[in-house]
């Protein structure tokens, strides 16, 4: 585990007060080709939550080449509670350490630049593939709780009118392994839809896949 130094502010009365919090680094963890970087860097976690950064170790005969691929965050009991290789509602890395499968979730406090400038949703990434996106973040939501998962899995909640490709309707769960196979659990709950969701279609959706 390691860490580098940082440095926030926060302005007062239209000063800057540095508040030099060199005690208080990201800390990384690495799980095969990826690395998982906590970064809290707002004064105690007060402004925003800790969140978590997902990159690709893209390694060369010069060194290793972290590559940032998304941001997500979780309440820190659960966080606390995580071993690697993976938060279940944020990203799980495969058993063999070669892809990882994440919610990306550019809108969370604190992101920065790089979270911003790409779109949101569950991606999986491989160093063969490289990053696909599965599903859009209008499509999903964050989900904590449920049963524990087998390692290389991660759970989201399908919020769409339409059914996933695999089937889920709205309120279900999608379980979506690091290695692109995905189940379904739980029951339909269709108040929990960002639209609507009614008989015709739902079957002309199924009808289309």
Known sequence: ?????????????????????????????????????????????????????????????????PVYLGT?????????????????????????????????????????????????GVYIHSALAGDRLIYPRSQVEQEWGGEVLDSGALRVSWRADTPSRTGAKCGQSIVIHADGLEEVLGQPISVLCFGTVTPNNVLEQTRGQ
């Open 1 to 65: 585990m390691s860490s580098a130094a940082m440095r926030g502010s926060i302005t007062v009365s239209g000063g800057v007060f540095i508040l030099g919090l060199l005690g208080c680094s990201p800390e990384y963890r690495d799980s095969g080709q990826y690395r998982v970087l906590d970064v809290d860097d707002n004064f105690l976690g007060l402004i925003c939550q800790t969140r978590q950064e997902f990159y690709f170790l893209r390694r060369s005969s010069e060194g290793v080449d």
């Open 72 to 120: 997500c965050g979780s309440p820190g009991f659960i966080t606390d509670s995580v071993h690697m290789p993976g938060d279940p509602s944020c990203f799980s890395i495969s058993k063999n350490g070669k892809s990882i499968v994440y919610l990306h979730r550019p809108e969370i406090c604190g992101a920065d630049q790089k979270a911003t400038g790409k779109p949101g």
